[in-house]
């Protein structure tokens, strides 16, 4: 019986929803296996996680720049000093479960876990395998730490290999294999279904629009876009999902009618139907989260980028563009522009979806396990 670990913590989602789909593939298809996943810095301490990632919300929402500047200082310097040392300090007490379980393999989501296993390792504390899963588009300084005792790294495109290995990272243990995602986005939707029950034309085009979620980031510029959205394109249903965020959702609705668009604009605050949404959609807005820019790609869904974080997601979105995926709508740009003139002919939409095949990897979480575990075949 093989004992995995699959580590993650809750700084956005995307952390989880990998380490979730990692384990719950290990748990289907690996019967000799007993998986745990575990939020190290909720098992570390309750009140610094949840201090911490509030933390994190409250500063991605009202000073994103502030965020940047944090994230930025991380990659080397006083902060990233300290970050590390506090991981050392926070892997002691992680040790505790790590003894008690005695895993063969710890999976890592975060950059935070992979340091404190790696500090465990480097220090004879544990002797295990250590695969480190990376999240975004772009490599981050972080995840990179006391990478000598990282067994497995994988990542989502070449270019961050590449960057790795310019690090000094054996290219050996590096696997492009896409970031790990619901086993839901390999299902067949049938689409007159789903409209149906989002109270869609089934012989219309749809557009999926997500308005940022419990961040609410740059609501007056969310708005913009999504009211050069319906200005420009009458004949494309939208629909606009405002997440756990209240006044945007009001915001949305008072804008749909004052441009009378109740017709084709549909407003809802959470769905768990989003594989759903995206098997029926054109194209996708959002900010680029590692897991809706994942699920996009899968999804074979263009993507109009709007109100990145600064750090991670601009570099993401910087990636997205680059690789003619993406539009990415900057502060300064005019959205009644862009959206006109990306809609224009039905070649630039055809041409960013077709690019996506080479972005997408649907089966990154059943690669992934196969490398680390072998073919279950």
């Known amino acids: ?38 939020d190290c810095m909720k098992y570390v301490s309750g009140p610094l996680e949840k201090m911490t990632t509030a933390a994190y919300r409250e500063m991605a929402k009202k000073a994103p720049k502030l965020w940047g500047k944090v994230y ?39 950059p935070f876990s992979s340091q404190m296993v790696s500090y465990l390792k480097s220090n004879n504390l544990i002797n295990c395998s250590l695969a ?37 990272i054996d290219e050996n243990k590096i696997f492009v294999t896409g970031i790990p995602m619901s086993n839901r986005f390999r299902i067949n939707f049938d689409r007159q279904t789903v409209c149906e029950d989002f109270n869609l034309d089934p012989e219309k085009k749809v557009i999926l629009f997500f308005g940022g979620g419990e961040f609410g980031l740059g609501k007056e510029r969310t708005s913009d ?40 604009v549909v407003v809802i605050s959470f769905t768990d139907k989003v594989p759903e949404l995206m098997s029926i959609s054109c194209c996708v807005v959002t900010k680029p989260g590692g897991l809706t820019t994942t699920e996009s790609l899968v999804s074979g869904l263009p993507m109009i980028i709007i109100n990145p974080i600064p750090g991670q997601e ?58 680390i575990l072998g073919s279950n075949n």
């Open 225 to 264: 876009v999504l009211k050069a959205l319906i200005s420009n394109l009458p004949d494309y249903q939208i629909v606009a999902i405002s997440g756990k965020n209240e006044k945007m959702k009001e915001n949305f609705e008072h804008l749909v009618a004052d441009n009378n668009a109740q017709d084709r």
């Open 132 to 168: 480190t899963i990376m999240t975004d588009f772009a490599i981050h300084q972080q995840w990179l730490i006391g990478h000598e005792f990282t067994n497995f790294f994988f990542v989502s495109n070449d270019i961050m290999k590449q960057d790795m290995v310019n690090c000094g």
């Open 314 to 371: 601009e570099a993401n979105a910087g990636f997205l563009e680059s690789n003619g995926v993406g539009v990415w709508i900057k502060v300064k740009d005019n959205p009644d522009e862009i959206i006109s003139n990306l809609f224009s002919s039905e070649k630039n939409l055809s041409t960013m979806k077709e690019n996506t095949k080479k972005l997408a990897h649907k089966d990154a979480t059943k690669q992934i396990c196969e490398i």
């Open 72 to 110: 930025s200082g991380s990659e080397k310097g006083f902060l990233s000093a300290v970050s590390k040392d506090s991981n050392k300090l926070m892997a002691k007490k992680l040790n505790k479960v790590i003894q008690e379980f005695n895993p063969d393999l710890i999976i890592s989501t975060h």
């Open 1 to 38: 019986m093989k004992k995995i670990i699959v580590f993650y913590a809750s700084y956005g989602g995307g952390h989880f929803s990998a380490a979730k789909s990692v384990a719950q593939y290990i748990g289907e298809n690996y019967p000799m296996t007993q998986v745990e996943i575990i």
